[in-house]
């Protein structure tokens, strides 16, 4: 007895799984880099005023605030990843993708524009700039292929376009 109800779904299942182990990966490895570069950066921002290098006035404070609030962007950003390319939602992972661009502009700014900075947290913030980097272009093309239709993916298009053009801003002007 053959009946629509029968007919099993092209697009579902376990033979055709669109979620990317390769952007899980990126995620579960940026999440242990991102929590590692904020306790080394709080350290460093309580002991170098103090002990290393005279900061202008101010600039201390406002890089401390800024490490402060970036385990919470960080931590919504990468629920919204998981979530995102486990459940295959395209608006999720434009969410993730418009949160990237905090990631990369805070990552550059540590890396290229702290006031002072040392070799290995320059290097680690590069290394963790470079990695968000990874993320923005594989999350692009995972989002858009999750789109269902054109809404979903004008969202995708512009988080994805949004998140690799602050890559460029830290790679070219910063």
């Known amino acids: 007895i053959c009946s629509p109800c029968f007919v099993m779904d092209p697009l579902g299942g376990a033979l055709a799984a669109r979620s990317s182990l390769p952007l899980q990966l990126l995620l579960w490895l940026d999440g242990h880099c991102s929590s590692l ?12 005023p103090y002990f290393f290098l005279k ?4 600039r201390s404070s406002a890089e401390f605030f800024m490490v402060l609030m970036h385990p ?3 931590w919504i950003r990468a629920w919204l990843g998981t979530a995102g390319n486990k459940q295959e939602r395209a608006l999720f992972l434009a969410g993730f993708l ?9 990552t550059g700014y540590l890396w290229r524009r702290q006031a002072y900075a040392l ?3 320059s290097w680690f913030a590069a290394a963790c700039c470079g990695l968000a980097s990874l993320e923005a ?5 995972v989002a ?6 054109p809404k979903d993916a004008g969202h995708c298009v512009a988080a994805g376009a949004s998140s690799l053009a602050s ?5 070219w002007i910063f």
């Open 137 to 141: 272009l594989l999350g692009s093309f």
């Open 119 to 121: 070799a290995f947290e």
């Open 98 to 106: 418009w949160l990237t661009n905090w990631t990369v502009l805070v």
């Open 55 to 58: 900061y202008p006035a101010g």
């Open 37 to 48: 570069l904020v306790i080394m950066e709080l350290l460093m921002l309580i002991g170098k």
């Open 167 to 171: 890559v460029m801003i830290v790679y």
């Open 144 to 149: 858009v292929s999750f789109c269902d239709g």
């Open 72 to 74: 919470v962007f960080q």
